[in-house]
C-alpha cells in the first residue's frame, strides 16, 4: 500500500510538472485539439498606401459662359500629403497550437471585437511641400494640350542650345517657327478666361511589402535584391493624364522569415514567436527621390522559441499573437477609392491669376527667344 501511495504522489507531481510547462505544435487537418489548447497565429505587418489624386479639368469662361476647354484633357497630380501606415495583421500561412501551461491573454492582440482582427501602428506621412518641391508643375501646363506643352519644351530647348544654330537657314526657319508659334499662343483676355477646376480622389490601397504584385494599377519587380512596388491606379481614372503619378515603395529584398525546422506536429516545449526586424525603405515619385524612413516588418524578423517566463519577462514584448478563434479571413490585396468634398469655386479666380500670370511669363520667354535668335542671325 505504502509503494502505490508513493507510485500516484510521483505520477501526480510528474502531471503538475508538465502543466507548469508550454508547448506549441503545429497545426495540421487531421490535429486532434485538446480542451486547454489555444490555437494561434504568428503575425505579419501589412502597408497601408494613402494617395489624394487632384483631378485638374481644364474650362474656360468664354464670353461668359463657362466651358469645358475640350482641347486639353484632365490632368491627375499629387498635392496632398502622402500616408503609409503599418498594419499588424494575423499571418495565416501556418497554425500554431499552444498546450500545457498558457500565456497571458496581455500577450494576445485584443480581437474579440473585429472580424478581421489588426493593429495599426505607426504612420510615416510624406509632406505636401516636399512633394510640390520634387515635382513642381506650372498651372498653365494643365490647359496646354499635348501639342501645346511639346511645342513650349521645344522653346526651352532652343533657348539653351543657340550656339549650336550655325547657318542663316536654319536661323531663319527657326524664327519663322517660333514666331508662328507666338501667334498661336491662346490670348487671355475679359472674353477668354481659363481655369482650372480642381476635385479630389482618395485612393487607399494595403499591400505586403514583400510580396509581388502583378494587379491593374499596381506593379512589384526585383532588381538586385532590392523589390519595387509602384502605385499607378491609371486603371480607375480613364480619360486622364498622369502628371506625377508614379508613386514607388523601395524595399531590400530579405527571405521571409522562415519557421524553426524542430517545430513540427509533436511539438516543441516553448511558446513559437517572432519578433519584428527593422527594415529601411524610400518612396519616390517618378522615379525621383523623395524621403527615405524605416519601419518594423515582423515577417522579416526572427522567429524563436520561448518560454513562457521568458515572454513575461521580456522588456518590450508586445501583443504579437492572434488567436485563431478570433481570424475569419485573410487579409490580401486591396484598394478603394472615396470621393473627397472639395470646394473649388472659391479658387476659380485665384486660378485664372495664376494662369494669366504663367501665360505672360511664357511671351515674356519667347519674345526673348526671338530677341536671341536675330542677335544669333546678325553674328552669323
Not at 505544435?25 to 489548447?37: C, R
Request: charged share 25%; hydrophobic share 35%; aromatic share 10%.
Amino acid at each position: 500500500m505504502k509503494n502505490q501511495l508513493l507510485y500516484f504522489a510521483l505520477v501526480f507531481m510528474m502531471f503538475s510538472s508538465c502543466s507548469k510547462k508550454s508547448y506549441t505544435a503545429l497545426y495540421q487537418d487531421h490535429t486532434t485539439m485538446a480542451s486547454n489548447a489555444t490555437p494561434y497565429f504568428l503575425s505579419k505587418n501589412l502597408l497601408r498606401v494613402e494617395v489624394i489624386y487632384t483631378l485638374n479639368e481644364p474650362r474656360a469662361y468664354r464670353n461668359g459662359i463657362d466651358q469645358a476647354l475640350t482641347s486639353s484633357t484632365t490632368k491627375l497630380t499629387i498635392e496632398d500629403p502622402i500616408k503609409i501606415t503599418n498594419i499588424l495583421v494575423p499571418d495565416q500561412s501556418h497554425t500554431f497550437v499552444l498546450t500545457g501551461n498558457q500565456i497571458p491573454d496581455a500577450l494576445f492582440v485584443d480581437a474579440e471585437s473585429q472580424t478581421n482582427p489588426q493593429v495599426e501602428g505607426e504612420t510615416i506621412s510624406l509632406p505636401s511641400e516636399i512633394i510640390a518641391y520634387k515635382g513642381p508643375y506650372a498651372s498653365a501646363s494643365l490647359t496646354d494640350t499635348s501639342l501645346e506643352a511639346e511645342a513650349y519644351r521645344s522653346v526651352l530647348e532652343i533657348m539653351n542650345n543657340i550656339s549650336e544654330i550655325k547657318t542663316q537657314k536654319d536661323i531663319d526657319l527657326t524664327l519663322k517657327i517660333v514666331s508662328f508659334y507666338k501667334s498661336q499662343i491662346k490670348v487671355l483676355n475679359e472674353d477668354f478666361k481659363p481655369y482650372i477646376k480642381k476635385s479630389k480622389v482618395k485612393y487607399t490601397t494595403i499591400i505586403d511589402p514583400t510580396t509581388l504584385y502583378t494587379e491593374a494599377g499596381f506593379w512589384s519587380k526585383t532588381v538586385e535584391n532590392t523589390i519595387y512596388h509602384t502605385i499607378n491606379p491609371k486603371h480607375i481614372f480613364e480619360n486622364v493624364e498622369f502628371l506625377n503619378d508614379a508613386l514607388t515603395l523601395q524595399f531590400p529584398q530579405v527571405e521571409v522569415s522562415s519557421l524553426p525546422q524542430f517545430v513540427t506536429e509533436q511539438g516543441v516545449e516553448g511558446v513559437v514567436y517572432r519578433i519584428p526586424a527593422a527594415v529601411d525603405f524610400t518612396l519616390s515619385l517618378k522615379d525621383v527621390f523623395v524621403e527615405s524612413d524605416s519601419l518594423s516588418l515582423a515577417q522579416l524578423g526572427s522567429t524563436e522559441v520561448l518560454s513562457v517566463k521568458d515572454l513575461e519577462s521580456y522588456e518590450d514584448a508586445p501583443a504579437i499573437l492572434f488567436k485563431a478563434e478570433h481570424v475569419e479571413g485573410t487579409q490580401n490585396f486591396q484598394e478603394k477609392i472615396e470621393n473627397l468634398e472639395f470646394q473649388f469655386n472659391d479658387n476659380i479666380e485665384n486660378s485664372q491669376q495664376v494662369l494669366r500670370k504663367e501665360y505672360e511669363d511664357k511671351l515674356v520667354t519667347i519674345d526673348l527667344l526671338l530677341k536671341r535668335l536675330q542677335e544669333r542671325k546678325t553674328e552669323l
